[in-house]
Structures are given as C-alpha cells and as structure tokens.
C-alpha cells in the first residue's frame, strides 16, 4: 500500500516465501492438468464438478474450465434433477459466482457464467399457464437487476472499466427480465444516478433510450417533458461546462426536433453562459455547431469562434479550420460525437 513502509525480509523469510509460492504453483498446475483430463474424459461427476470449483477459485479467468462446468451441469447434475433441483443448482451457481465477482469484478469469464445461469433458469414453481409460472425466472432476473445496480451504487472513478461494464450488462438485464421493467422506473432510475453526477455519461446515454419510447406511447407529454429536459442540461451545464457528457447529450436533444426558435434560444442561453465561463471549450463548440446549423455555413460568429477555439487549443487548430463555415455543418458534431 502506498504511505506503508516495507519491511525488509530475511534470507529465511524470503526462502520460505518463495516456497510457498513454488507450492501454489504446483498446486494450480496438478489441479490443472487434472481437470482437462477428466474434460478430455467426458468426466460429468459431481466430483468433478468440486475440483473446477477449486480451481476457478484460483483462476477464475481460466475460461476452459468455466465450459467445462456448464458441460457437467448440463450433461452431469441436471440429468434425473427436477426442474426444482435444477433451480437450486443455478441458485447455488449465481451465489458463487457472487463472490468471485468481489474480488475479480473485471473477469469477464464470471459475467459470462451468470449470463448462462440465468438463461437456464426453469418455469416454475406454477406449471405454465399458472400465475407463478415464472416466479424462478422473475426472482433470479430481479435479483441480478438489484446486483448491477448496487454495483454501480458503489462505484468509483477508479473502477470506471467495471461501470463501462456493469451499464453494459444492466442493459442486458433489462432486455432479458420476463416480466419488463416500466420504461418510467427507468427513467426515474436515470434521474437518480444524474442528480448523484452530472457527468455520469452513462446514465444521459440511457436516458436518451428511453425517454424517445415514453414519447412515443403517449406516456409522457412530448413538448412539456423536451422543456423539462432543457432545464436539466442547463443546470448540469452551468454545474459543470466542461463536463463532455452533458454537452453530447444536449446536441442529441437539440439534433431530435433543431427549430430556428429551438436553436436561436439555446444558442443564447449558451452564449451566456460563454460570458461566465470565457474559456469554455464547449461552450464555442457548441455555439459554432448551432450557428452552422442555423446559417447553413454563413456565420461570421462561428468563423470568429473557431478561430477563438484554434488560440485556445492550438494542438487541434486544423481542426477547427476544417471545421469553418466553408465546410460540411455535420462534421463537428461527427466529431464530437461517441461512436
């Protein structure tokens, strides 16, 4: 650990260390090729079963094994189990797989075994057609939303791989779940995770998925919920003006409906917040990619802007020349825009 001051090993401290070490290693490695034999063997034995638990405890990125697993539970434990046996077992999987997540949360090996627990998830307890049919499936599904989110609750900037990951996945939760989640808890669940960081691009990326479907069924009022999402941007953007996120969001929701009123106003509240804050960077982007949408590339003002922006950031000063009012309008946003 940083700020710790390390304590000089002896000779005999150092050799024994290294033993065990030499002990581990021969350990992994018996347990190894003992595994891939019973593999090769079409080994489907509860014992079998134990030792890939052992050594994915060790490895957890060892990804044969992880196969091999779910070849033993499929040709293996689940033969002759009832389909309650069988749902214990995946239970049984996913609490596993739980806690090599703690430690190993970037490993994709171990996403990708709940993944498949999951989707083999029984109907049950109810038989089909009854109301509890798919009581199993709704309880794991539930479940795995409740982890994702609390592992993005606990998330960190330093762990900013893991939450790429964990948004990615929760998506595929939502997707997955038999019984939908309101596109309204969605958005609500989005709200929450903005109002904790404005610069939570994943959270804006969401919002912009869902608020599109409320508009369209008719659950949310278009013209009034756009107003309201205006006002949000703005605060985040007064918040936080060079926070990336906000201002990419902001374009998808000026790029969805660009009227001349629509953009002549957010062109000025943008301008005054360029008065605050006269070095923001996307502040004259910003201005520049609206006037060249509203002018069609006659704008004195964005030509004086670019120019701003080239003293400003001189490492992208071709760029912005190539970004001038002569040029193609989309190419800024093009440019600024996540692929």
């Excluded at 581990?24 to 890939?52: N, P, W």
């Excluded at 196969?67 to 033993?72: C, H, L, S, V």
């Excluded at 995770?193 to 069924?217: C, E, T, Y």
């Excluded at 790029?255 to 009123?261: H, I, P, Q, V």
């Amino acid at each position: 650990m940083h700020g710790v001051k390390r304590a000089k090993l002896t000779p005999q401290a150092l050799e024994a260390r290294k033993q065990k070490e030499r002990a581990k290693i021969q350990e992994f490695l018996a347990l190894s090729e003992e595994i891939l034999q019973r593999k090769q063997d079409k080994d489907y034995s509860e014992e079998a079963f134990k030792q890939t638990t052992r050594l994915l405890a060790i490895n957890p990125e060892f990804y044969t094994v992880w196969n091999y697993r779910r070849a033993i539970l499929l040709d293996g434990l689940f033969t002759g189990s009832s389909v309650e046996q069988i749902n214990n077992l995946l239970a049984k999987e996913l609490e596993m797989t739980m806690i090599a997540l703690k430690s190993h949360p970037k490993v994709y090996w171990i996403w990708n075994h709940r993944r498949w627990c999951l989707e083999h998830v029984p109907n049950g307890p109810g038989e089909e057609g009854a109301e509890d049919s798919l009581a199993w499936k709704k309880s794991a599904w539930d479940q795995e939303l409740y982890v994702v989110e609390r592992l993005l609750d606990a998330g960190c900037s330093e762990l900013w791989v893991v939450l790429l990951m964990a948004w990615n996945y929760r998506r595929y939760v939502l997707a997955s779940m038999p019984v939908p989640r309101p596109d309204t808890a969605e958005l609500a669940y989005t709200s929450k995770k903005i109002q904790a960081n404005f610069s939570n691009f994943s959270a804006w990326h969401q919002r912009s998925k869902v608020l599109p479907k409320l508009w369209a069924s008719g659950a949310l009022d278009e013209a009034k919920s756009r107003e309201e999402e205006f006002d949000l941007v703005r605060n985040a953007m007064y918040t936080d003006p060079d926070d990336q996120s906000v201002w990419v969001y902001h374009r998808w929701l000026v790029g969805s409906s660009a009227s001349r009123d629509l953009l002549e106003r957010e062109i000025q509240a943008i301008e005054e917040l360029l008065g605050e804050q006269p070095d923001s960077k996307w502040c004259m982007e910003s201005i520049v990619h609206y006037v060249m949408m509203l002018l069609k590339n006659h704008s004195s003002g964005a030509r004086q802007l670019l120019g701003q922006l080239e003293d400003l950031d001189p490492y992208r000063r071709h760029r912005y020349r190539d970004l001038g009012p002569s040029s193609n309008p989309n190419l800024l946003w093009d440019a600024l825009t996540p692929g």
